[in-house]
């Protein structure tokens, strides 16, 4: 079951499952259901069933993890200004709205509320 955490000012997490040993300070996180939609839109385009399709929706999704930022490398300057510390973590992590914990996908999306994105982010980050 996919489910949606909204934290501060409309940051919203979209995960499935569990498996953090330590919540980030602001994301509340569970692991991504990525394997089920790749098969499913797999299957769905293909209509076919077997091992072989298993065994490339196991590679895809390895390829994807290996392709993403580890979160946890990611090292802030608590010293540096705040525009600083969103420059530095965005060149670390490449892309701020899908990067890993661990073997955990996390992909960020934001709600509908009036808050900009970079009021979220900047929330964010500063909170590092």
């Not at 409309?10 to 040993?21: D, E, I, P, R």
């Not at 692991?31 to 839109?41: A, F, G, H, P, V």
């Amino acid at each position: 079951m996919l489910m949606n955490f909204t934290a501060r000012k409309g940051l919203s997490v979209k995960t499935m499952g569990s498996g953090l040993n330590k919540p980030l300070p602001i994301l509340l996180l569970i692991r991504n259901n990525l394997r089920q939609r790749i098969k499913r839109n797999y299957l769905d385009k293909n209509s076919i069933e077997g091992g072989d399709i298993m065994n490339e929706l196991k590679q895809t999704h390895n390829d994807i993890l290996a392709s993403l930022v580890d979160i946890r490398d990611v090292k802030i300057d608590r010293k540096l200004p705040v525009e600083d510390r969103i420059k530095s973590y965005v060149e670390q992590v490449k892309n701020p709205y899908l990067f890993k914990v661990g073997e955990t996908v996390v992909r960020v999306s934001y709600a509908n509320t009036q808050a900009t994105i970079n009021d979220n982010f900047i929330n964010m980050i500063a909170s590092m």
